[in-house]
């Protein structure tokens, strides 16, 4: 029996096809065609020629994780360690995956604002937990008293999407203090934040959760080189969250991607 009897060809698949049938601009899925930058073209090639091709450590290399950490820091002004409140994902969509089946207990539900990325939900099936749907405003607005009124004591995650695809959607400064309003009341909730469009924006800057004290506290937030360098196709990002939840998180990610650090345990 299919455990995810639901899941077809998805959305992103029929429409990629239509649009190489009839020579259309694909605006289906998120692939920004900006070129890639010549920079990163070059360090790739130079790099490719050292000794880099085994497994790297499991949360990610630490000079990567310090790039990300003075990322963070530059972008939205938030001090963090690199090493228990980071980790590199195989793209956001693992870390999603990881995130849910680290954090989401059966039983328990989550909330999914409509429309939405289509791999929200797997991950929430397959851990035994309930996905609650709830549909955007028309102006693709979280309405956050349907929000309030879906939320219960078996709510364990909140996902949002900031800026919104395929909406392109930005958040304002109210939205965001409206959540936080609302997560007060449920301490249990768990907030995630997909951000991986959050550099591409054009005329108004999107909001990080990053710099709301009271909502990064309880987050986990979402990026994808992927989208912020156009390289999709390299399958890369990270996420930034509590160490706490980190730690669960790595531990997901370790059976995920098995590397150096978690590739072989020795009989314990
Ligand atoms: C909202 C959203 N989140 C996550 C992703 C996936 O990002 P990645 O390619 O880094 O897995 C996409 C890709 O289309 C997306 O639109």
């Known amino acids: 029996m299919s455990k995810l009897p639901y899941v077809g060809t998805t959305i992103f698949t029929v429409m990629s096809k ?42 990610g290399s630490p000079d990567l994780l310090n790039g990300i950490s003075a990322l963070i820091e530059t972008a939205y002004g938030r001090k963090n360690d690199p090493t228990s409140e980071l980790l590199v994902t195989a793209g956001a969509t693992q870390a999603i995956f990881a995130t849910i089946q680290a954090l989401v207990n059966p039983q328990e539900e ?65 939205d965001l203090e409206q959540l936080a309003a609302l997560l007060g009341k449920y301490p249990k909730v768990i907030l995630l934040s997909d951000e991986v469009y959050e550099f591409i924006t054009f005329e108004k800057k999107h909001i990080s959760v990053n710099t709301i004290e009271s909502l990064r506290e309880r987050s986990v937030i979402v990026s994808s080189f992927g989208k912020t360098f156009h390289i999709t196709g390299w399958k890369i990002g990270y996420l930034i969250a509590p160490a706490a939840l980190i730690n669960e998180i790595k531990k997901v990610q370790s059976s995920e991607l098995s590397t150096s650090k978690s590739a072989m345990t020795f009989g314990n």
């Open 18 to 59: 239509l649009a190489m049938e009839h020579n259309a601009i694909n605006l289906s899925q998120g692939f920004p065609n900006f070129p890639v930058d010549e920079k990163l073209i070059s360090a790739l090639e130079s790099v490719a020629r050292e000794s880099v091709h085994q497994y790297a450590p499991m949360p």
């Open 110 to 174: 989550v909330i999914i604002l409509d429309p939405s990325y289509d791999c929200y939900e797997p991950p929430i099936i397959l851990t035994g937990a309930k996905p609650v749907r709830i549909p955007l405003s028309d102006d693709f607005t979280p309405n956050w008293q349907r929000i309030e009124d879906a939320m219960n004591d078996k709510t364990r995650l909140l996902i949002i999407n900031n800026p919104h695809n395929p909406s392109g959607k930005v958040l304002d400064k109210s």
